[in-house]
T-cell receptor, first 114, second 112 residues
Framework: GESVGLHLPTLSVQEGDNSIINCAYSNSASDYFIWYKQESGKGPQFIIDIRSNMDKRQGQRVTVLLNKTVKHLSLQIAATQPGDSAVYFCAENRGSSNTGKLIFGQGTTLQVKP | NAGVTQTPKFRILKIGQSMTLQCTQDMNHNYMYWYRQDPGMGLKLIYYSVGAGITDKGEVPNGYNVSRSTTEDFPLRLELAAPSQTSVYFC???????????FGQGTRLTVV
């Protein structure tokens, strides 16, 4: 069935290193993708988004890459800090074919070691 | 600037009881969503609404009902609570699709 999924459930990195979190999606009709960060006991917070007509978008310390050929997107966090420790979710909006549905993947836990 | 507000924050229900989870947003967003999040899992879409008077089912709508009589409010109703509905429930809103969704702090529901 259709799904948005993540390759690894947990990623452990050293403080100061770069982190790469991956996400696979299966619906080629998806045309908008978002990365969210969820800290313990809180609701998800928006990090960065990307539309399907782009393959890269940069924010502050974060970069999202989209590869439509293999239906894969990744979140890169530069100089990872302890405050980056959280669960990261990718989400897709199957906009034009199913307006309003924002579907989430399972999540990757990022652990930052001091 | 309250954003998305959910009430209550915590609730324990007995099997067969009913309750309404409240959600309100003050950002004049058209789109609103209800998700549930089971431990260690992602968010599953229960219902969503693209505007007042319009609702539609998400991935896991069984056992739930919603209404959207105003732009601001999007309550989620559980009619006959079951242990399988033990979860954390998140409400979210966005201006339109193709834009970020803002989330509330969640309601932790336990059905015993």
């Amino acid at each position: 069935g259709e799904s948005v999924g993540l390759h690894l459930p947990t990623l452990s990195v050293q403080e100061g290193d770069n982190s790469i979190i991956n996400c696979a999606y299966s619906n080629s009709a998806s045309d908008y993708f978002i990365w969210y960060k969820q800290e313990s006991g809180k609701g998800p917070q928006f990090i960065i988004d990307i539309r399907s007509n782009m393959d890269k978008r940069q924010g502050q310390r974060v970069t999202v890459l989209l590869n439509k050929t293999v239906k894969h997107l990744s979140l890169q966090i530069a100089a990872t800090q302890p405050g980056d420790s959280a669960v990261y979710f990718c989400a897709e909006n199957r906009g034009s074919s199913n307006t309003g549905k924002l579907i989430f993947g399972q999540g990757t836990t990022l652990q930052v070691k001091p | 600037n309250a954003g998305v507000t959910q009430t209550p924050k915590f609730r324990i229900l007995k099997i067969g009881q009913s309750m309404t989870l409240q959600c309100t947003q003050d950002m004049n967003h058209n789109y609103m969503y209800w998700y549930r999040q089971d431990p260690g899992m992602g968010l599953k879409l229960i219902y969503y609404s693209v505007g007042a008077g319009i609702t539609d089912k998400g991935e896991v709508p069984n056992g739930y009902n919603v209404s959207r009589s105003t732009t601001e409010d999007f309550p989620l109703r559980l009619e006959l609570a079951a242990p399988s509905q033990t979860s954390v429930y998140f409400c979210a809103s966005s201006y339109i699709d193709y834009t970020e969704a803002f989330f509330g702090q969640g309601t932790r529901l336990t059905v015993v």
